[in-house]
């Protein structure tokens, strides 16, 4: 076992093809679908060893690691997984997967539909967070998993860590949910109607089917990642980054870019227009908004957590006002109540929401004690 920080290296995807039906909350189903996954580390003999990475809005497959030695960028959380970092792959089996409705590999809005040839574009069945997990628990049993050691996830990903403690409680030894809630707030939902009205706007979107017309609703999927971008940062830290600088010594009185934050917005805007899909983005935030698990228990978050019976670990951080610490301190009060087990961190913070993806001290000092336990139980 090494004892020093390092990277997983280069990893290589993997594609898994799912033949049986799967039916859908929507009341459709897809006839067969496939999942872009890749692992680090080594599923032990007992299989007892597993964690499953559950990816937000705009994430994917790729959490560590380099697709080739000259890559420039690692995957999305480098920082957080691979030997001797919180989520130690000398220890674990970590498993992380493209969600089904993604645009990096999985059936979604970009794969062909199996009844046209075409692009199932915006006819792709809208989803759930609980399909996202019934998805996943195929791939667990494809894997030889009967029960992860952690289900781990940040945002979007935290609402699927919470769906699998409640939906396969016995398939869930421990439950980390990082900066998410037990709903979205009506705020939020007001965030993701505005980004989607932006896309579906757009001249190029043409009701979703803009790839048949070989363009991109680039203008609208552009306003909304600059949108989004905004709510994931908090007002101390844009302030700190850019304050009110001009880009040029003196104002020049057009709408052309002058400031140094609408320099950095527009180029996070076009850079999510290269990678990422318009339909995806669309189901991805309905999802989002339709995530809440007291509406499936009666209207009672309590009544939902008492079907669990993992270990919890709760973290929020700080600065995040668009999922604040308020909302997490609602799931471990949930949790308390409903006899759960959990352990609750508050993170002093200054980037925002996205802090659950960087490298803060007290966020890995939290989590590596945590995981470190976990390990130990089965090892």
């Given amino acids: 076992m090494s ?15 799912f033949e049986q039906p799967l039916q859908l909350d929507c009341g459709r189903s897809l006839p067969h679908y496939e999942l872009m996954v890749e692992t680090y580390g080594r599923l032990n003999a007992q299989a007892s060893n597993a964690v499953l990475i559950c990816h937000a809005l705009s994430g994917d497959h790729h959490a560590a690691g380099l697709h080739a030695p000259d890559d420039k960028k690692p995957g999305w959380w480098d920082n957080c997984i691979g030997p001797g970092k919180p989520i130690d792959t000398d220890r674990f089996f970590v498993v992380a997967l493209n969600n089904l409705g993604g645009c990096k590999g999985s059936t979604g809005p970009t ?3 199996p009844e046209t040839g075409l692009p199932y574009g915006p006819d792709f069945p809208l989803l759930t967070v609980s399909d996202w997990v019934r998805s996943q628990a195929r791939l667990a049993d494809r894997l030889g998993i009967r029960q992860w050691a952690a289900v781990i996830g940040g945002s979007l990903g935290g609402m699927q860590v919470q769906q699998w403690s409640i939906e396969f409680p016995q398939r869930v030894r421990h439950a980390v949910v990082i900066a998410s809630a037990p709903e979205l707030s009506a705020q939020n939902i007001a965030f993701n109607e505005i980004a989607r009205q932006a896309i579906l706007s757009d001249p190029d979107f043409h009701g979703g089917h803009y790839a048949a017309k070989g363009v991109v609703p680039s203008r609208g999927l552009k306003l909304a ?44 805007g076009q850079s999510f227009v290269d990678r990422f899909d318009a339909n995806t983005y669309l189901l991805m935030t309905k999802a989002l908004d339709y995530f809440d698990p007291a509406r499936d228990a009666g ?21 995040d006002w668009r999922f604040s610490p308020a909302r997490s301190r609602e799931i471990v009060r949930a949790l308390v109540a409903a006899g759960r087990e959990v352990s609750y961190a508050l993170i002093d913070s200054q980037l925002g929401h996205d802090d659950f993806l960087m490298p803060i001290a007290q966020y890995h000092g939290v989590l590596r004690a945590y995981l470190q336990r976990v390990a130990e139980e089965v090892a």
Avoid: C, W
């Fill in 3 to 17: 004892n020093q920080t390092g990277s997983v290296g280069v990893v290589t995807p993997q594609r898994f093809v």
């Fill in 111 to 113: 794969s062909l539909n």
């Fill in 225 to 268: 990642r600059m949108l989004g971008h905004i709510t994931y940062l908090s007002d101390e830290a844009m302030r700190a980054k850019f304050g009110a600088e001009l880009k040029s010594a003196t104002p020049a009185f057009n709408f052309d870019v002058e400031f140094e934050v609408e320099s950095y917005l527009r180029h996070q």
């Fill in 299 to 319: 209207g009672s978050l309590l009544a939902a957590y008492r079907k669990a019976s993992a270990r919890f670990l709760v973290i929020a951080f700080s600065s």
